[in-house]
C-alpha cells in the first residue's frame, strides 16, 4: 500500500499552479489545469476563487469543500 503524503503548506500561483510543501519536507508545483474542465472542479477556472487554496485534512481546499486528493498531488506535483 502506498504511503499518501500530507500538503502542509500551499501557495497559489500564475497559471493554475499550486506550489506545495509535504509532510517529508519535499516541495513541488502542481498544475491544476487538468481539473478545469471536469464538472466538480469548474469553479476552479475563476482565478479570483483559485487563489483562496488552503490546506486542510492535509490536502488543497477551496471554499465550498472543492478539494483535490493529497495522492494525486503527490503523483502529479513537479518536485524541486
Do not use: S
Request: glycine content about 8%; proline content about 5%; hydrophobic content about 35%.
Amino acid at each position: 500500500m502506498e504511503t499518501i503524503h500530507d500538503i502542509v503548506a500551499a501557495k497559489p500561483l500564475d497559471g493554475y499552479k499550486v506550489d506545495v510543501e509535504f509532510d517529508t519536507g519535499e516541495r513541488g508545483i502542481f498544475d491544476c489545469t487538468r481539473y478545469l474542465d471536469k464538472p466538480y472542479w469548474k469553479r476552479l477556472n475563476d482565478k479570483d476563487f483559485f487563489r483562496q487554496v488552503f490546506v486542510g485534512y492535509g490536502t488543497l481546499v477551496w471554499p465550498d469543500e472543492i478539494d483535490i486528493g493529497p495522492e494525486d498531488i503527490w503523483e502529479f506535483a513537479q518536485r524541486y
